[in-house]
């Protein structure tokens, strides 16, 4: 109840704050299909994407949630919260264009530097819960092949002699979708294993 007020009352305060600005709130809050006056299936894959972010995230938080209200397995249940954390940020990062845009156009810090400290933090994650993975990696394997496929895609045109192509973007998006496929049911089946699993042995 409380961290749901707080989230409402900080939305409402940074609508005030974005008006102040002067900047109308309803560009922050509007569907951007509609502000910018684009047809309804521009970038629908790209929404149903943020879909699986978001979903990936909670089915994970929920099952990090529930298994430190048992107090059972400490170390499962922050395996499977900082997943959910790991999981959002990447959304996050997907949703606003953080790497591409944000960071290096924004803020100046240059794109490599950003990438670099991300595979950094995933990597800490990998070495920190790698006793996790083993389970369902046929699941997981596809997702970070996917990611990475996607990253390789979404650099290629800094090699010397490579221009950047539409199939280049376009395999860029293709491989991350795939990989949020599998991201997905990977969470479902790692969830559900390990939430009936312990259903079963109450």
């Given at each position: ?78 395996f ?19 790497h ?36 369902e ?5 596809p ?11 979404d ?20 491989a991350?979708?795939?990989g ?18 312990r259903t079963?042995?109450?």
């Amino acid at each position: 109840m409380i961290p749901a007020v707080i989230a409402a009352l900080a939305l409402g305060l940074l609508l005030i704050a974005v008006d102040l600005a002067g900047t109308p709130p309803i560009e922050l809050l509007g569907d951007p299909n509609q502000l910018s006056e684009s047809p309804w299936w521009l970038g629908a894959v790209s929404l149903l994407g943020l879909l699986l972010w978001a979903g990936s995230a909670a089915v994970l938080l929920i099952t990090g949630l529930v298994l430190r209200e048992q107090q059972r397995d400490s170390e499962r249940a922050l395996f499977f919260l900082a997943t959910a954390a790991l999981v959002f940020a990447a959304g996050v990062d997907d949703a606003l264009v953080v790497h591409e845009v944000v960071l290096p156009d924004e803020l100046g810090i240059p794109q490599p530097v950003v990438l670099l400290a991300y595979g950094g933090v995933a990597l800490a994650w990998l070495i920190r819960f790698r006793e996790h993975l083993t389970p369902e990696l046929r699941l997981l394997a596809p997702a970070a092949a996917g990611f990475a496929a996607s990253l390789l895609f979404d650099n290629v045109h800094r090699l010397p002699g490579v221009s950047e192509a539409e199939w280049i973007n376009v395999s860029d998006e293709y491989a991350k979708y795939a990989g949020l496929c599998f991201l997905f049911a990977w969470a479902l089946v790692e969830a559900r294993r390990e939430l009936l699993g312990r259903t079963l042995r109450a």
